[in-house]
């Protein structure tokens, strides 16, 4: 990325983003995430610096893994699926898509891995097409 973004333009794009991340570090802690109070999948405060392990659903856990070590290996880059979640006062199902994205320097040596989770049913419903300002 090119870029002169200074800490406080970066950090207010990170919010702004339509998605959620949570970011790992090479040692498989969990170093950053945005929208704390509005998450899908909330993450308490003391979660900053644990083992990502901690913080899935052990259902899921062995597959996250996978995934983890396989980006590390290189055997990787990306892993995508969706789920149907109940959200809201109703809970209703919304199709929520969660995407993994190994986190490489220039030299491609693992440094993380970003966790990308977004609620798509909007998109899933739009319809026609909306101009610019319409």
Sequence with gaps: ?????NEAVIKALLEAMPGEISV????????????HDTRLFHRP????GIN???CHPKSSLAKVE?????????KRDSARFWIDLPLGPNQEK????????????QDKKYLG????????????ELEGEKRLLS
């Design 66 to 74: 996978q995934i983890v070590e396989e980006m590390k290996s290189g």
């Design 45 to 48: 405060m003391d979660s900053m």
């Design 52 to 54: 990502f392990r901690s």
């Design 1 to 5: 990325m090119i870029d002169r973004m």
């Design 113 to 124: 891995c970003l966790e990308h989770t977004m609620d798509v049913q909007y998109i899933r």
């Design 24 to 35: 790992i570090d090479h040692n498989d802690e969990v170093i950053g995430w945005n929208k």
């Design 94 to 105: 919304h199709k929520v898509l969660i995407e993994f994205f190994a986190l490489r320097d």
